[in-house]
């Protein structure tokens, strides 16, 4: 074994002063980082001697007591070992290299895996969380991070350490009776606590209809272009999907006639923009076959994870138990928060905000569309949520588009990508103004011109 020699050491450990500024980490935070990235990159080697505490506190002109400090925590950590003799690093264990099953320049082979999982494919490019007209983002900066703060700080004083344990699968009893009470003054929704089951993200919730409802090669009729994590949902759900164009007329009583129930996710109608409000499906009829499913990810903000299926009341009884097998109930102190902001108000005056400022920028965005995109276009949508529809004429590929626009940091999704079943009418652009403030929209829609132009086929 080659150890570090004691010159070295030192060196390595007074390579610069620790930074006293007031805002910098800790002491006792900024030594130990230091000995543990020496020890992780080779520099400090496996059986080097620290120097003792007292010494190294007086050449970094630190207290004692940080380096004691810093050192127990490298030994609770494994990463050194102290004896009567002082301090040494530990010789740290290495995960062994795989062993080779196959020759070389043969891969490995794997157990087989889903075969419907092949059905799954990219539709949309990935962007960056911060870029420009990405459809799907509220206006994260608007959000009330310091009173959310304070109601989670409230929920885990009031609930204490008793809801670090598993809760009840079904979600918090507090924030299901909110979230019903909410859905059925804001969405003309029709029912109880009882039928809500909190999910993570409306994206749980279709994924738990499909294992709810369906058996494997059942046909699902879905929207054309339509949300494309519905369409993973029930590719893993090995379903056979059918596209509908958009329709709404007629779909209850047609569900009703073919047996068939409804899953009407209802994600982003609470930004309503123009005209009368429109309740959801679910309190539409009574007794509709319709599982209605929520998210908190655009009237808070996605990284929350936090969403909602309602069982119609005919499903409750035989639901009740598989749920409770296949669910655990975690994300409790953000659950517990969520029900106290819903209950105080302090949902309700932050969707009025945000409903306002989306409405501006909606206008906004469409005012610089019809301004400055100069080139044939209509633009459809923009009567609830938060993004615009702009259909382009097929000698335009919206996703050569796409791709130019992300080198600029600006991400419309292609609308080509939402689609099932092509159609020469699906050629456009989805473009978010949820996260995109109103005086940029012009610069953006300048540049996208310019892109659009720059993408024709002849
Ligand atoms: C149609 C649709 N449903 C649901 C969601 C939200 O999903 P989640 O709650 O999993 O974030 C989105 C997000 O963009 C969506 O477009």
Redesign the pocket.
Known sequence: MTMTTPALVSQVLLEAPLDKDRDAAPMQRQLHHRIKEAILDGRLAPGSRLPGSRALAEALSISRNTVTAAYDLLAAEGYVQSDRQGTRVATLSRPAPPRMLQTKGTPPSIPAIALRLARIQPSVPRADAGATLR??VPALSHFPLAAWRRAVDRAIRHAGPSALGYGDPLGEPALRAAIARHLGIARGVRCESAQVVIT???????ALCVRLLTNPGDTAWIEDP??R??KAAMHAGDLRLAPIRIDADGLIAQARRHGAWIIE?D??SEFRHAGESIGAMQGLVTQAPVLY?G????TMF?SL?L?FLVLPQALLAEMQTPLEEMLRGGHRYEQLALAEFIESGQFSRHLGRMRRLYRDRQQALREALTRYLRLPHVIQGGHCGLHLTVRLPARYPDHRIADAARRYGIAPAPLSGFVLRPMPEDNGLVLGYGNTSAELFEPLVRRLSQLIRAAEIF
């Open positions: 459809p799907g993570e993200g409306a994206q749980e919730a279709l339509g949300y994590g519905a996710d994600y982003d499913v998210t908190f990810s655009k996605p994870r969403g």
